[in-house]
DNA sequence: ATCAGCACCTGTTGGC
DNA sequence: TGCCAACAGGTGCTGA
């Protein structure tokens, strides 16, 4: 499931690459991993990649046409550069000049290829990012007023705070010794800023390590990530807390798992 | 307006 | 051992 640090690690390492290719065709194996609510993909034939960002989870290319080509891996979608094998699952493949290949490959056909014509912003939703300067304690509190709904539900929504997901979600949580099904507006003001800088943290060392293997994510070279040894409650269920040896518990909320420590998190 | 519940998908797992 | 239902979860839509 690629979250935020794992769409930084594909961002970081495409940037450098895709940046002033230009798209010589685009290949389409699945028709629907074209988002039809964006142009089709054909019209970015011709185009030249002026940089690659990533917003939330999307990966975004700026387009020389002043659009922007988003692609969101969803569950197992994986982007990888120039694939030594023919790889199994491709949905879609860029072809640059030069002859370099850019695969969408997704087993579950969740990922989606999206051509945004006007602001991002807005055809996209995206909250805050959690490293965005302006997301202060104060800014946090305000976005938490009120909110009835689980913190850990509400942490994995896409427009109050972009990026985060199930296993992060899991993890920040675990950082900040806050109980996953504390209602969001029932924070104190110091589990807030507590949430706030471990939440951080835990993204940053997660990017340092190239991101969690989990199931399915491999980065743009096909390589696994490494944070998937360092997770502290997020598939570790009925394993000791690396804390204090409890027995890491699995609640479902919202349809999804939710790892916590019963005894860390409170 | 807000939110719960389901649809989208297929590879993997666990139970019988 | 083999089969098959259940499960995995990010997002978008529907209906309450």
């Known amino acids: ?3 935020l640090p794992e769409v930084e690690t594909i961002v970081r390492d495409l940037a450098p690459t895709l940046r002033g290719r230009r798209i010589a065709a685009v290949w389409i194996g699945w028709p629907r991993a074209v988002d039809p609510r964006g142009r089709p993909a054909e019209t970015i034939v011709g185009e030249t990649i002026l940089d690659v960002r990533r917003l939330g989870k999307f990966i975004v290319l700026q387009l020389s046409g002043g659009r922007h080509a988003t692609i969101h891996l969803r569950m197992t979608g994986r982007l990888i550069l120039d694939p030594l094998d023919n790889l199994p699952h491709a949905r879609l493949i860029f072809t640059f000049i030069g002859g370099s290949r850019l695969v969408l490959s997704d087993a579950r056909k969740f990922g989606r290829l999206r051509i945004v014509d006007g602001d991002l912003g807005a055809a996209l939703a995206q909250g805050a990012d959690p490293f ?5 304690a104060q800014a946090l509190a305000k976005m938490l007023k009120g909110r009835r709904t689980p913190i850990k539900v509400w942490l994995t929504n896409q427009r109050y705070l972009a990026g985060i997901g199930n296993i992060y979600a899991c993890e920040s949580l675990y950082e900040a010794g806050i109980r ?3 209602r969001a507006g029932r924070l104190t003001s110091m589990q807030r800023d507590r949430l706030l800088h471990r939440m951080r943290r835990v993204l940053r060392n997660a990017i340092r390590n190239r991101g969690s ?3 399915d994510y491999l980065d743009a070279e096909g390589k696994p990530g490494g944070f998937q040894n360092l997770l502290a409650v997020y598939g570790r269920s009925g394993l000791p807390c690396r804390r204090c040896g409890t027995p890491i518990r699995r609640i479902v909320q919202a349809q999804r798992g939710t790892f916590f420590c019963p005894v860390c998190q409170r």
Do not use: G, I, N
Request: glycine residues 0%; hydrophobic residues 20%; without cysteine.
């Open 132 to 136: 965005d300067k302006s997301l202060t």
């Open 213 to 215: 293997s989990v199931d």
């Open 180 to 182: 996953p099904t504390k």
């Open 1 to 3: 499931m690629p979250e």
